[in-house]
């Protein structure tokens, strides 16, 4: 009976709120700090997988960290920029067990295995493994992550999925409309912050890139008013988080209104998943036939 009352007096706590004085007969008990370290690992988890990403990041102090994020703020950016928030289809769950906690006054460690399940759209559902480790502070009663860190223990090894593929390709879509509009930050989203492109001519880092997009390299006396890139034949292979890309390539010219076939190739691209979005890393464009001593062909 005790234990009953207890636990329907903790069913009704409010995120984020000190637990409430539980009365059992003549005596009178307090949740444990343990209890209300699992709660936050419970809400942490609660509200990431329903999206609700405010009440997510206030399972963090203010000045928390989340892995390289620093502070609340950046840790909720961060998660509005990532998969969960761009995509509608992904269903992701968050399953946290075997959770171990010291505590210390004021001050707590809690180290837990999580295994996550993720699934998009009609597809079969995929597992990692991992493993959280944590330091904890008590503000205003309620406990919050000072510190949390996550290593994935099973190599993130996912093989591509069909969701990776469909996004490397928009991918090199939003390549080709950027670098045939002449939009330099378009093309340089593509990359990552340190990406390059080698076509003959180097472009490394954002600032390059941006200008190879809007075609500062262009001689001015050129006499094709436009262009257009089409890429086709994609091979992709990889895994999760790492994939490498070859592809046809064939680039026309509009000449005194007129188009004409300018040029025939192929890319050779390096690509990595960023915060939830696939970049390239490294794209190489080379004329064809591929020369045996070329890299990735």
């Known amino acids: 009976m005790r234990e009953g009352r207890l636990r329907s007096r903790l069913g009704e706590h409010r995120p984020g709120a000190p637990y409430p004085e539980v009365h059992a007969g003549d005596e009178m008990t307090t949740a444990t700090d343990q209890e209300q370290i699992r709660g936050l690992l419970a809400r942490f988890c609660q509200h990431l997988d329903a999206r609700r990403f405010k009440e997510w990041s206030e399972t963090f102090a203010e000045h928390g960290s989340f892995g390289a994020r620093k ?59 991992g493993r959280y480790s944590d330091r904890l502070e008590r503000r205003d009663g309620a406990w919050l992550f000072s510190e949390r860190q996550l290593e994935w223990i099973d190599g993130g090894l996912q093989p591509l999925t ?67 890139h089409w890429v086709t034949n994609m091979v992709l292979s990889g895994n999760s988080t790492a994939a490498t890309g070859r592809s046809y ?44 001593d070329e890299p990735g062909t």
């Open 71 to 129: 502070g609340r703020a950046a840790i909720l950016e961060n998660i509005l920029g990532g998969e969960l928030a761009r995509m509608p289809a992904l269903r992701r769950k968050h399953a946290v067990v075997n959770a171990v906690i010291d505590v210390v006054g004021d001050a707590a460690t809690s180290t837990s295995d999580l295994v996550m399940f993720d699934q998009l759209g009609n597809s079969g559902w995929t597992i990692r493994i």
């Open 162 to 228: 069909a969701e990776d593929r469909l996004e490397i390709q928009e991918l090199v879509a939003r390549y080709c409309w950027a670098i045939d509009t002449g939009d330099g930050e378009a093309l340089a989203d593509t990359f990552t912050a340190d990406g390059a492109f080698d076509g003959g001519r180097r472009f490394e880092g954002r600032d390059q890139l941006v200008g190879f997009g809007r075609g500062d390299h262009v001689p001015p006396n050129r006499t094709e008013t436009a262009a257009q």
């Open 249 to 292: 390539f064939v680039r026309h010219s509009i000449v005194d209104g007129s188009p004409l076939v300018a040029r025939v190739g192929y890319y050779v691209d390096e690509l990595v998943k960023d915060n939830g979005r696939w970049l390239f890393k490294n794209r190489r464009y080379r004329d064809w036939p591929p020369r045996d």
